[in-house]
Nanobody, 124 residues
Framework: QVQLVESGGGLVQAGGSLRLSCAAS????????MGWFRQAPGKEREFVAG????????YYVDSVKGRFTISRDNAKNTVYLQMNSLKPEDTAVYYC?????????????????WGQGTQVTVSS
C-alpha cells in the first residue's frame, strides 16, 4: 500500500511558477517510479511527467517539455514537479501517482496508487 498527498497548488498568473510536492508513505518509496498527471475540466486525465526510482530517467509530455521538471528526493519520500512559464492551458487538477509494478511508467501506464489532487489555476 502507498499513500500519496500532494501540495503546492494555487493560483498564478501566466508566466509564473509553482512547485508541486507529493509526499509518499507506505511501501519503500525508492523502489518504484512516480508520475504526475493532470485533468482539466471536461478533458481526460493526461500524463505529464514520470521519473524512475533513482531519479536518473525522466519523461515528459511534449506540451510541458522545457517548462516543467520532475524530481524526487528518496530520503524525504517526496516527488516534485517544478512548473515554470505557466500558461492558462496548464490549468487543471494535478495528481501524483506511483507505479509499484514499474511497467510502462514512462508512457503514463501502470500507475496503481493516486493522490487526491491539487488544483493549479493559471490566469491570463
Amino acid at each position: 500500500q502507498v499513500q500519496l498527498v500532494e501540495s503546492g497548488g494555487g493560483l498564478v498568473q501566466a508566466g509564473g511558477s509553482l512547485r508541486l510536492s507529493c509526499a509518499a508513505s507506505g511501501r519503500t518509496f525508492s523502489t518504484y517510479p512516480m508520475g504526475w498527471f493532470r485533468q482539466a475540466p471536461g478533458k481526460e486525465r493526461e500524463f505529464v511527467a514520470g521519473i524512475n526510482w533513482s531519479g536518473r530517467l525522466t519523461y515528459y509530455v511534449d506540451s510541458v517539455k522545457g517548462r516543467f521538471t520532475i524530481s524526487r528526493d528518496n530520503a524525504k519520500n517526496t516527488v516534485y514537479l517544478q512548473m515554470n512559464s505557466l500558461k492558462p492551458e496548464d490549468t487543471a487538477v494535478y495528481y501524483c501517482a506511483a507505479s509499484t509494478s514499474g511497467s510502462s511508467w514512462s508512457i503514463g501506464r501502470g500507475y496503481d496508487y493516486w493522490g487526491q489532487g491539487t488544483q493549479v489555476t493559471v490566469s491570463s
